[in-house]
């Protein structure tokens, strides 16, 4: 058990609150960014996808990069650093191309930080891992401060000042890290140079099962990510009201973060994915057949809890349970490209095309049957053991 001194939960919580904060102003308003640039929902869906693309190959490749070197916060600093320098350039690029470049290359930075942060972090807490959740709760909290504050911002200035928000946050997510030590000095790396030692982790059937249900979640979740407030703009709902929806849905994660611990420890993760999903197909059914709503559209975003909150704590806890600490840079690193990344880029791009064809329904109802999918992979597949730290 570790002190409470040794673990400086002020700064590690920081870097949740504006990394987080970051996201509540990007993800609910970059859409409605581009579509003051005249873009369609095809080209929207793929530029929104490309937040998403670095994150297959990025994550991978510093997390191969910090599990050799040892120097995770050294990357973390690093990355966050070149995200906003790059991030910078979006100031100049008004057409897609030029959009969709400067979208590449400060990704490709700032999708690396989060996993190796998430190690670092998991390593001060020790035996305390449950007490995850109420460290990583300030990154809701962040995002529902920015996501309000940025919707009714909006309402009263021009969508195209956004990128000056977006920028202020990810300096501060710089400055943050800058006051964040790695905790355990260099770590040794001569295990995880040895790529021999890792494919046989990979390979087994119920790793390859979660991360198929990671990739699902997240694909399901293109929809909502791309299209969730040009939707709502389009039924007329102000920006203002936009953002306090988006912000119900992550209160409810806070809600659940307070409490993830006793979850944790009354219900095995099996049980508490399995709810989830269904719970994922609930949202996405409601979102689909009742927008025009807004008390069935509440209960839809009260249970982002499930969708992303309650299968995000439960993943971070796989993760570390499937892969021994020399791994471990590696495997969140995959639960992050294989989710939000191929899934997050697969979703967004294929809800662009179903978004120009049919509209907001369709779109929705494929993320429910992706659901429906990976609650078929986890019955067959998902049967681990009590999460604890393997020791390998």
């Not at 640039?37 to 998403?52: R, V």
């Not at 219900?267 to 999903?277: A, E, G, N």
């Not at 839809?300 to 892969?323: E, M, N």
Request: charged share 10%; net charge positive.
């Amino acid at each position: 058990m570790r002190s409470e001194a040794a673990i400086p939960r002020i700064r590690l919580s920081g870097f949740y609150l504006f990394y987080f904060a970051f996201l509540g102003a990007l993800v609910p308003y970059w859409s409605l960014y581009l579509q003051s640039f005249g873009f369609g929902p095809e080209l929207i869906g793929i530029l929104m996808g490309m937040l998403h693309a670095t994150r297959i190959i990025a994550p991978s490749l510093w997390g191969w990069l910090a599990d050799r070197s040892g120097h995770r916060m050294l990357i973390v600093r690093l990355g966050s650093l070149a995200a906003w320098i790059v991030f910078a350039l979006i100031f100049w690029a008004e057409q897609a191309l030029y959009i969709g470049l400067v979208t590449l290359a400060f990704s490709f930075f700032w999708n690396a930080i989060l996993p190796q942060f998430e190690v670092v972090t998991l390593r001060y807490l020790g035996e305390d891992k449950h007490d995850y959740s109420r460290i990583r709760v300030w990154g809701s909290i962040g995002f529902i401060a920015s996501v309000a504050g940025t919707g009714y911002l909006m309402d009263l200035v021009s969508i195209r000042m956004l990128p000056w928000i977006l920028l202020g946050l990810l300096m501060l997510i710089w400055l943050n890290t800058l006051i964040v030590r790695q905790g355990q000095g260099r770590e040794d790396g001569s295990e995880a140079a040895n790529g021999q030692a890792f494919m046989p982790l990979l390979k087994r059937p119920q790793v390859l099962a979660f991360f198929a249900v990671c990739f699902l979640i997240q694909f399901g979740h293109g929809p909502y990510y791309s299209f969730f407030s040009p939707m709502l703009e389009q039924l007329a709902y102000s920006r203002g009201v936009i953002g306090a929806l988006w912000s119900l849905g992550v209160l409810a994660e806070v809600v659940l973060f307070f409490y993830m611990r006793r979850v944790l420890l009354r219900w095995s993760l099996r049980t508490i994915i399995l709810v989830s999903l269904w719970l994922s197909v609930l949202r996405w059914v409601l979102t689909a057949l009742l927008p025009d709503y807004i008390l069935p559209l509440m209960l839809a975003q009260l249970l982002h809890a499930a969708s992303f909150g309650s299968l995000h704590i439960a993943g971070i806890a796989l993760v570390q349970h499937y892969f021994p600490p020399f791994a471990q840079g590696r495997g969140q690193a995959l639960f992050s490209s294989l989710g939000f990344g191929a899934g997050g880029l697969l979703g967004s791009v294929a809800a662009g095309w179903i978004w120009q064809q049919g509209g907001g329904m369709p779109a929705f109802l494929v993320s429910a049957l992706a659901c429906l999918v990976a609650i078929v992979l986890t019955s067959v597949w998902i049967y681990p053991e009590k999460v604890q730290q393997n020791s390998a």
